[in-house]
């Protein structure tokens, strides 16, 4: 089976950081696209940011400037620094993978769990 855990949501005050992380485990064979979504209470999932094997990025118009991601392929890991955060941001943060598996022929979308974060002073 394959599974996303991630980890490092909390509470912090506007303008701090935050650096969430999300390993993808299991018996995968590939990962392409990888990426963050949030979603607020009584609104829609959306697209934070998201990066390829080869490091191409893509970031809402939100979070341009203030968040950046990154991934460590050989830990099949992706990674989300915050910075300069907002109370706009509070949120339930989900990883987001298209993996491969040994067994299969086609890629599927995986989901993390979701992760708290939560800007307030």
């Known amino acids: 089976q394959v599974q996303l855990v991630e980890s490092g949501g909390g509470l912090v005050q506007p303008g701090g950081s935050l650096r969430l992380s999300c390993a993808a485990s299991?018996?995968?064979?590939?990962?392409?696209?990888m990426g963050w979504y949030r979603q607020a209470p009584g609104k829609q999932r959306d697209m934070v940011a998201s990066i390829t094997s080869g490091g191409n990025t893509n970031y809402a118009d939100s979070v341009k400037g203030r968040f950046t991601i990154s991934r460590d392929n050989a830990k099949n890991t992706v990674y989300l620094q915050m910075n300069s955060l907002k109370p706009e941001d509070t949120a339930v943060y989900y990883c987001?993978?298209?993996?491969?598996?040994?067994?299969?022929?086609?890629?599927?979308?995986?989901w993390g769990q979701g992760t708290q974060v939560t800007v307030s002073s």
């Open positions: 299991g018996s995968i064979f590939s990962i392409n696209p």
């Open positions: 987001n993978a298209y993996i491969l598996r040994m067994s299969s022929s086609s890629y599927t979308a995986y």
